[in-house]
């Protein structure tokens, strides 16, 4: 099961980009093109919103019980691979999946279009950054994990 459930996170990081991608996508286009914000553009935040807690969840289950989960082999910030998925890594990926919650709740609030556009947008495409720097990319030498689950 620990195994299924990194393979999850691994794969929801996809999900993820996916959809913070098509959220700055429309963000931006409503925005540069005075659009009227619409249900779908909402539809589309609520979605990437989603992904992102799931993907909380399962990373909070990891942290805490996984192969590196703070209850399994304690929490040590001298050794590099740990300090990375004990500490960097969540810490950055909340901060982000903080802003993806916020950018959605722009969708909620009595803004005017552009306004609700322009927030949404700052929010996602800082959170974009976040989830680029704290992903463990393959070419992160010590903390390197598979670009696919599995792989
Ligand atoms: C946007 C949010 C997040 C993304 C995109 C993400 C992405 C990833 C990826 C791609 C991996 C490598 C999985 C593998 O080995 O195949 C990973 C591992 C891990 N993540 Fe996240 N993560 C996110 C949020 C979090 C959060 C919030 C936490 C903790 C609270 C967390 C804790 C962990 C831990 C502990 C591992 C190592 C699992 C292991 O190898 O046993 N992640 N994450």
């Given at each position: 099961m620990q195994t299924g459930l990194v393979h999850l996170h691994?794969?929801?990081?996809?999900?993820?980009?996916?959809?913070?991608?098509?959220?700055?996508?429309?963000a931006y286009t409503g925005w540069k093109g005075n659009k009227v914000f619409s249900a779908s553009d909402k539809k589309i935040?609520?979605?990437?919103?989603?992904?992102s807690h799931v993907t909380l969840l399962l990373g909070l289950y990891q942290w805490t019980f996984g192969r590196l989960g703070i209850f399994s082999i304690g929490l040590n910030m001298k050794d590099p691979v740990q300090r990375f998925f004990q500490m960097e890594h969540p810490v950055t990926m909340i901060l982000a999946i903080i802003l993806i919650t916020?950018?959605?709740?722009?969708?909620?609030?009595?803004?005017?279009?552009?306004v609700k556009y322009k927030k949404a947008l700052n929010a996602f495409a800082l959170a974009l950054l976040l989830?680029?720097?704290?992903?463990?990319?393959?070419?992160?030498a010590a903390v390197?994990?598979?670009?696919?689950?599995g792989m």
């Open positions: 691994n794969f929801l990081r996809w999900v993820i980009l996916i959809l913070l991608l098509l959220s700055i996508f429309k935040w609520l979605f990437t919103m989603i992904a916020r950018g959605y709740l722009f969708s909620k609030k009595d803004l005017a279009d552009d989830i680029l720097v704290a992903v463990p990319w393959p070419y992160k390197a994990r598979p670009l696919f689950p």
